[in-house]
């Protein structure tokens, strides 16, 4: 494990670290680690078993996940703050991919999770290995918001018709809505009720932050249940949970499920990613830590492939539970360590207990958890900045018509769409001189900037690439016809493109043959290396070596006026 960063201005640890030896302070921050880890444990619990109600399977499940994760993490991965248990986004996306599978038993529902989960965990592993730590850019902040709020909007009806006894099969939210309303008549008033004082309990003991007040209201929930009979007035409890009957093993799948389980692993490895290393990171830069995207790529693989060969949940690095443990006082990995052997402990001798937890009880957690989400200030920034407003409606939208997984992958693909159009249309600046000096700036933008007498300096003010290298040559063209008479050079700054493709060295050779042909002169400037590389080697008779350039716009220019052609 590796030594907790000092903090600013602490020279005697920093001396220690150098000298090998362990910092004075090593014992107490020990101590915040076992204090942390015992506070934290009493929030990760309960939530563990809530969060496999959202994902349809069996509380076990949940503990299994919980264990597994923290001890996995704490192993492998890098932020010290992280805690990697069940997540409602990871356990939703799961509930909405077994249900689009049609599924009839729960132990073909069970094995189906247990597939997906070693998928996701296998898909995360191999990411890893091939350091694509980025591969989160594939989905935008403002989708992530406007998806999470979605969900925390489903997940909170979903507990409240759960608590209610109202099922309903629908995946959109009016509908279900709409038949939550109808049966208002045959809802469970009891359980609701007690469902509404655990929530009201909760965010009464939310101010005192070390306080689990997860764990408050499960033991005074318990409780509840030993002095009543709760089942007589149809509030219902967990119920038996079977840790002993745990196996490890793969599931028994035709190759036709696994085929459709790789598919929908793609949507569930984009939101363990997304989530856990939103937190990861957003926590290491508060803290200056470093960050291995990668590592922790490998270490959440790891820990889902053993989270599902148990036929446990699909676990990430949640936001709500990595600031629950910094707040806590957590210094290094070592708080989730102790988190776990307490749990263990707990699962080892009060599984009856938890069996006894009432079921309004934990959808009251859950609502508690996903509340924090629910609000309108995600979305106040992009109306602020004016940019991306489409894009977090409509992720929020597509969540609550289409449900949890076709609306993130309707979100993504909305996403994808917006940018390779954004690409596929780059604005190309004509530019000119600023004053006397050596910048050459978009003349639209600057009006004081002039052109050069005779040539023609344009960019395109995006990577140019095989979808837009026509239409940004084609807008040169036209630049070319009507510019001034006298254009005797055309100068292409290139310097937003790290590199070019085939189909735009086949538009580039054609163009510099139209520009031969009318008597001009071509210059490709600003070249990254990898450009000026290939185009060296794709040289013609008219996209010749010559014209290529690593220089800038000012160099070139004043090298035409003292060697004009």
Not at 172 to 199: S, T
Request: charged share 15%.
């Amino acid at each position: 494990m590796p030594p907790v960063p000092a903090a600013p201005g602490d020279l005697s640890s920093s001396t220690a670290r150098a000298n090998g030896t362990p910092p004075p302070d090593t014992d107490r921050r020990w101590t915040q680690d076992i204090v942390a880890g015992c506070s934290i444990a009493g929030l990760l619990l309960p939530e563990a078993v809530a969060y496999a109600g959202i994902g349809n399977l069996p509380p076990q499940a949940g503990l299994i996940g919980l264990l597994v994760g923290l001890v996995v993490y704490g192993l492998a991965g890098t932020s010290r703050f992280a805690v990697v248990s069940a997540t409602s986004s990871s356990a939703a996306v799961l509930a909405a991919a077994t249900l689009s599978m049609d599924v009839a038993g729960g132990s073909l529902r069970l094995a189906l999770a247990a597939g997906l989960v070693m998928l996701a965990g296998l898909f995360l592993l191999i990411a890893g290995l091939a350091r694509l730590g980025g591969i989160t850019d594939f989905i935008a902040k403002p989708v992530l918001r406007g998806f999470t709020f979605g969900l925390a909007a489903t997940i909170i009806l979903r507990q409240i018709a759960g608590v209610a006894g109202v099922k309903s099969g629908y995946n959109d939210l009016p509908r279900f809505a709409y038949q939550l309303l109808q049966e208002v008549g045959a809802w469970n008033l009891r359980a609701l009720a007690v469902c509404l004082a655990a929530v009201v309990l909760l965010f009464a003991v939310k101010r005192w932050r070390r306080v689990p007040g997860a764990m408050v209201v499960i033991v005074l929930g318990i409780a509840s249940a030993y002095v009543v009979d709760l089942p007589r007035y149809g509030i219902h409890e967990v119920g038996a949970i079977t840790m002993p009957h745990v196996t490890l093993g793969l599931p028994d799948l035709s190759r036709v499920q696994w085929l459709r389980l790789g598919e929908l692993a793609v949507a569930m490895v984009l939101i363990i990613y997304a989530e856990s290393y939103g937190s990861i990171r957003s926590f290491a830069l508060k803290h200056g830590d470093p960050t291995s995207p990668n590592r922790d790529l490998m270490a959440l693989g790891i820990a889902n492939l053993g989270s599902g060969a148990l036929y446990g949940m699909p676990v990430g690095a949640g936001y709500s539970a990595t600031s629950a443990n910094e707040a806590a006082g957590a210094q290094s990995r070592l708080a989730g360590g102790c988190a776990a052997v307490l749990i263990a402990l707990i699962v080892a001798l009060l599984l009856p207990q938890l069996a006894r937890t009432p079921e309004p009880v934990l959808a009251a957690i859950v609502i508690h958890a996903v509340s924090h989400t629910l609000t309108l200030d995600a979305f106040r920034p992009y109306w602020i900045w004016r940019r991306d407003r489409l894009l977090v409606v409509a992720a929020c939208v597509a969540v609550l018509l289409l449900g949890v997984l076709h609306g993130l992958l309707t979100a993504i693909g909305i996403s994808l769409a917006l940018t390779l159009r954004k690409f596929s249309e780059p604005k190309v600046s004509q530019l000119g001189r600023l004053g006397d000096g050596h910048d050459f700036v978009d003349v639209a933008a600057h009006p004081e900037a002039r052109t050069v007498p005779g040539i023609l300096i344009v960019r395109p003010e995006a990577p140019i690439f095989f979808a837009n290298a026509e239409r940004v040559l084609a807008h040169v063209r036209q630049m070319r016809a009507e510019a001034e008479e006298g254009i005797h050079t055309v100068i292409i700054s290139l310097e937003e493109s790290p590199d070019v493709d085939g189909s735009t060295i086949e538009a580039l050779r054609t163009f510099a043959a139209d520009v031969a042909a009318s008597g001009q002169r071509l210059l490709l400037v600003r070249l990254k290396p990898p450009v000026l590389d290939v185009l060296s080697r794709a040289a013609s008779d008219a996209l010749t070596r010559d014209a290529l350039h690593d220089l800038s716009v000012d160099q070139c220019v004043r090298s035409i006026a003292a060697n004009p052609a």
